[in-house]
């Protein structure tokens, strides 16, 4: 089984042996080459990943223009919730900017961890809980900040992935033009 699936599993909630052994048949292992996707635009989102290794890319495409709005990586979950808690087609855009490994737990299995796993639901929520949490914070920092202090942020909160991304997905998530991101870093180092 997946040690750091479980580790980050059981830093939420307890589990017993025998939960452990239902989570190890409810996920499956899954690899991503670089550049292919996890969703596509149009697609229902119909899995929760866990990122064992690799970083995945968040966008959507507005009127031919790609917009990052976030990214994973390692022992982080993925998944576009907006599209896989109603089963509804994403207008989001997951895609792996590395070879990307994971565990993948289906639609229906997230249902059955639900009920067979004693505090399965309060893992869901707690989980659901962070996401929508930084979704805001990321929201209200592209409206309230400026790019340098939104750049300051993603140098903060993603320190390790400054050198594994490409600085053109780097300047779509702070919101400028890859030169203006150059005028940025210039002026903060």
Same mark, same amino acid.
């Given at each position: 089984? @997946?040690?750091?699936?479980?580790?980050? &599993?059981?830093?939420?909630?307890?589990?017993?042996? !025998?939960?452990?052994? +239902?989570? *190890?048949?409810?996920?499956?292992?899954?690899?991503?080459?670089?550049?292919?996707?996890?969703?596509?635009?149009?697609?229902?989102?119909?899995?929760?990943?866990?990122?064992?290794?690799?970083?995945?890319?968040?966008?959507? @495409?507005? !009127?031919? !223009?790609?917009?990052?709005?976030?990214?994973?990586?390692? @022992?982080?979950?993925?998944?576009?919730? !907006?599209?896989?808690?109603? *089963?509804?087609?994403?207008?989001? &855009? &997951?895609?792996?900017?590395?070879?990307?490994?994971?565990?993948? &737990?289906?639609?229906?299995?997230?249902?059955?961890? /639900?009920?067979?796993?004693?505090?399965?639901?309060?893992?869901?929520?707690?989980? +659901?809980?962070?996401?929508?949490?930084?979704?805001?914070?990321?929201?209200?920092?592209?409206?309230?900040?400026?790019? *340098?202090?939104? /750049?300051?942020?993603?140098? =903060?909160?993603? /320190?390790?992935?400054?050198? =594994?991304?490409?600085?053109?997905?780097?300047?779509?998530?702070?919101?400028?033009?890859?030169?203006?991101?150059?005028?940025?870093?210039?002026?903060?180092?």
């Amino acid at each position: 089984m @997946n040690i750091p699936l479980l580790s980050a &599993i059981k830093s939420i909630i307890k589990l017993s042996s !025998e939960e452990e052994e +239902i989570i *190890q048949n409810l996920f499956k292992s899954k690899t991503y080459k670089k550049g292919t996707f996890f969703l596509k635009e149009g697609d229902v989102c119909r899995q929760v990943g866990f990122i064992t290794k690799g970083i995945f890319r968040y966008y959507i @495409n507005d !009127e031919g !223009e790609d917009k990052t709005y976030g990214f994973s990586k390692e @022992n982080e979950f993925t998944c576009n919730y !907006e599209s896989f808690v109603p *089963q509804s087609p994403s207008n989001q &855009i &997951i895609q792996a900017l590395e070879d990307t490994e994971l565990m993948v &737990i289906s639609y229906d299995g997230l249902k059955e961890f /639900y009920t067979k796993i004693k505090e399965g639901e309060r893992f869901g929520r707690n989980i +659901i809980e962070q996401v929508f949490v930084q979704t805001l914070k990321d929201r209200n920092s592209f409206y309230t900040d400026s790019p *340098q202090v939104r /750049y300051e942020k993603f140098i =903060r909160d993603h /320190y390790d992935l400054q050198q =594994r991304l490409p600085q053109y997905y780097i300047a779509s998530f702070v919101g400028v033009k890859p030169q203006s991101l150059s005028r940025i870093r210039k002026r903060i180092s």
